[in-house]
């Protein structure tokens, strides 16, 4: 059976330095602890695998009458922006940025650039409006793709495992170098190319994650975002709606993480009693979909392009999953 070499293990994760048994990884034969991965990753909140969900709680005692998820007076992002970093020696996704280059968002030529630059605005990213701070002041409807780096330093290779303080490693170096900007409210999303494993549990655990973590007395907010094609249970495509396999799976999972940064930035805001942000009580359901010209399944089209993403959970009228507000 191919598998990711265990050349080490911590509360049974796999950690830096091992090389792949097999450049085909698979998920692992036991079953794993989201739980006691995030106690071995403080700081993150993981979009666990399709078909998984957290054991229900309570965390703690909601309202009487909240639509099913509970604001506990963190701080929220209002207008939220995203920077890419394509940590990679290669192009990870075509029409994407050349190695060792930077930009503006809008430089991005990639499907996942596209997507990122259109979401915002949008009548499904307008569900995050539902949510609020503690004044009543709402999120706003809004994403701007701010920058992005195609890091090409300290790349892992295929078959790598990639510890959770190496991705914020990475990021630092970005901003201590000046080819990173830093500002509060940008989620700085850290891609990785084919076989790479993200954080350490991609696959066995999560598809994606995001987390925040302080340098130099600046609260940073990040996602790790594996190439999610490598594994059946990160990707839901039927098809490819713009005939690019990767982007196309990679797209439903930074929406998640972009929406839940948005209204959970430090894990201490907004959600439900099991522990569920906004994006997880909606994580892989699709509502109405329809068949695109190539004959691949998508439910929502953005700037032009069809997409397939998941709902997104609605604070309001006793709470659902929709695709758009």
Not at 18 to 29: G, H, I, K, L, V
Not at 144 to 167: C, E, H, K, R
Not at 177 to 194: E, I
Not at 251 to 271: G, K, S
């Amino acid at each position: 059976m191919n598998r990711w070499l265990l050349c080490g293990t911590t509360a049974g994760f796999l950690i830096a330095g091992c090389t792949p048994e097999s450049r085909n990884p698979t998920q692992a034969t036991s079953p794993a602890d989201p739980a006691a991965f995030q106690l071995q990753n403080p700081g993150t909140h993981l979009m666990l695998l399709r078909g998984h969900t957290r054991p229900i709680g309570p965390l703690g005692a909601a309202p009487a009458a909240d639509n099913g998820i509970t604001y506990h007076g963190g701080p929220i992002i209002y207008a939220q922006k995203v920077a890419a970093i394509y940590w990679s020696s290669g192009t990870i996704y075509p029409g994407g940025p050349a190695p060792g280059t930077t930009g503006s968002g809008s430089a991005d030529g990639s499907v996942v650039g596209f997507f990122m630059s259109h979401l915002g605005g949008s009548p499904y990213y307008n569900i995050n409006t539902t949510y609020y701070d503690g004044t009543g002041t709402h999120i706003q409807n809004s994403v701007t793709y701010t920058q992005f780096w195609a890091s090409n330093t300290n790349v892992p290779l295929p078959g790598m495992v990639v510890p959770d303080q190496l991705i914020q490693a990475q990021i630092v170096s970005g901003f201590t170098s000046g080819t990173l900007t830093y500002a509060p409210n940008t989620l700085y999303l850290v891609f990785s190319d084919q076989l790479v494993n993200l954080g350490g549990a991609f696959g066995l655990i999560y598809c994606a994650y995001h987390g925040n973590f302080t340098w130099n007395g600046n609260d940073v907010k990040y996602a790790a975002m594996p190439h999610d094609i490598d594994f059946p249970d990160c990707n839901a495509l039927n098809g490819s709606p713009n005939n690019d396999p990767a982007a196309d799976a990679e797209v439903n999972t930074l929406a998640h993480e972009t929406e839940e940064t948005n209204t959970d930035e430090d894990l201490n805001a907004w959600y439900d009693s099991s522990g569920n942000e906004n994006a997880d009580k909606c994580a892989w359901t699709f509502g109405s979909t329809y068949t695109t010209p190539n004959g691949a399944t998508a439910n929502m089209n953005l700037g032009g392009k069809d997409f397939l993403v998941q709902r997104n959970w609605v604070n309001a009228n006793g709470g659902s999953c929709k695709l758009s507000w």
